[in-house]
């Protein structure tokens, strides 16, 4: 059994193997154009901790499988939504910076779960290239939205789900 803890900053270490296993896991899928450029830094998830946003998935040993940001809204990038619209204007959480271990699966099904469990309005967004990301989500219940632009001007699917 699975269970979900805020993360400390002594997580710190393991958080960023985290990312950077997820990191290969998108470049051997060919989504080389996310997580780019240093992103998501070792200073954005010490930032996550701090306002109580980050989280991990644990086995019942203990071993950390992923880690993830839970933030309620409003999300800034989300404002405006492109070729498309979100489903309504109710407070909603955003999940952000989802990373896994390669070897664990159900991952993403435990995290939602966990998320929609605490808030029934959740939005993510993920890159087009991202199609493992893209799949899990749909698969989930997520509707697709539209596209959405992070501050960079990178576009981002975005994608809805409520209960």
């Avoid at 240093?38 to 950390?64: R, V």
Wanted: glycine fraction near 8%.
């Amino acid at each position: 059994m699975r269970s979900i803890r805020k993360a400390a900053m002594n997580d710190v270490p393991v958080i960023m193997r985290l990312i950077d296993e997820a990191r290969v896991i998108m470049r051997s899928c060919g989504n080389v154009n996310q997580w780019i450029d240093g992103y998501p830094s070792e200073e954005t998830i010490q930032n996550d901790i701090n306002n109580g946003h980050c989280y991990l998935l644990e086995e019942e040993d203990g071993h950390i499988v992923a880690s993830f940001a839970f933030i309620p809204g409003p999300e800034p990038t989300y404002k405006e939504i492109f070729q498309g619209r979100w489903l309504d204007d109710a407070p909603y959480y955003v999940v952000h910076r989802l990373a896994s271990t390669a070897s664990s699966h159900g991952v993403f099904n435990d995290v939602m779960d966990y998320c929609m469990g605490v808030a029934g309005n959740l939005r993510i967004d993920t890159h087009r290239d991202n199609v493992i990301m893209r799949h899990v989500i749909e698969r989930y219940g997520f509707t697709c939205c539209g596209i959405i632009y992070l501050l960079s001007g990178d576009e981002r699917l975005a994608y809805q789900l409520r209960r």
